[in-house]
């Protein structure tokens, strides 16, 4: 937490960050997406193995369907990617001579690995297969 | 971007962003382990990717029991997976909570309000503890 100056949430926007405000912002979007996924679930679960109430079954039509999971998908791979990056820039700061070509490189280890399987499942959801 | 280095003089702020490094790097191995295991366990053909997925993310034999998978008892159901689970989920809670915490303290800054929301933040991680606990060791009500 920053002291002392406080810039407005809108303002904070229009910083321009380029790919390093991109990777903060999407670590932060998908840390807090991975958070509401879990939470959500093991409240889920909870209701309904324990209590046996319908708030279950509306929560889990939600996390079942195939976009939460494509976006499931997305926060989990990047969260982890970029985790990963960021704990070896933290631990040997040498290497951020070379941040920029890391970023790079995680968005090129990022793209195939989330785009196959969530292709795979949009093409099965818009035909009909799983739901 | 920049790395997030602790705040100066609290040693609580500094082993917290120690423990979201480590632990970070310690739930990749423990769901890599995980799947392994189901693999060498047997899983290897009768897993498809989804059910691969869903035991890399939690290992209790109930999370993959859909999928078709004859005898998930005697190698996948015993206590030590409720233990590695429940170890997993600790983990993964702190790791969690800790960063909406310091999402929210990015965010709010009336003091009032910043006690309310973090006392909001630590009663949901009880919870959800609890909550996982009950499912894990089946203690239901």
């Known amino acids: 937490m920053f002291q002392g100056r406080h810039v407005g949430y809108l303002e904070g926007l229009r910083y321009k960050g380029r790919e390093n405000m991109l990777a903060w912002a999407l670590h932060r979007i998908t840390g807090l997406g991975i958070l509401f996924f879990v939470g959500t679930h093991v409240i889920a679960a909870f209701f309904l193995n324990a209590i046996g109430d319908t708030i279950s079954t509306a929560l889990t039509v939600l996390y079942e369907s195939t976009l939460t999971q494509i976006f499931v998908y997305f926060c989990v791979l990047y969260h982890a990617l970029n985790g990963l990056r960021l704990i070896v820039e933290d631990f040997w700061p040498p290497l951020l001579r070379y941040h920029r070509e890391l970023l790079w490189f995680q968005w090129l280890v990022f793209l195939p690995i989330f785009g196959l399987p969530a292709f795979l499942m949009l093409t099965s959801f818009l035909s009909g297969g799983a739901h | ?63 993959v029991q859909n999928s078709d998978i004859p005898d998930v008892f005697p190698a996948w159901s015993n206590s030590f997976w409720q233990v590695y689970g429940m170890v997993f989920l600790f983990v993964a809670a702190v790791h969690g909570f800790n960063g909406l915490r310091i999402v929210v303290e990015d965010y709010v800054h009336r003091p009032f309000l910043l006690i309310f929301a973090k006392g909001l933040i630590f009663v949901l991680f009880l919870f959800t503890l609890i909550a996982s606990a009950v499912i894990v060791f089946e203690l239901f009500l």
């Open chain 2, 1 to 63: 971007m920049r790395s997030r280095y602790p705040a100066q003089g609290s040693a609580l702020e500094y082993y917290l962003w120690l423990f979201t490094r480590l632990s970070g790097v310690l739930m990749l191995f423990i769901g890599a382990f995980g799947i392994v295991y189901a693999n060498l366990a047997g899983g290897r053909t009768l897993m498809d990717m989804p059910t691969q997925y869903r035991w890399a993310f939690f290992p209790i034999y109930w999370h």
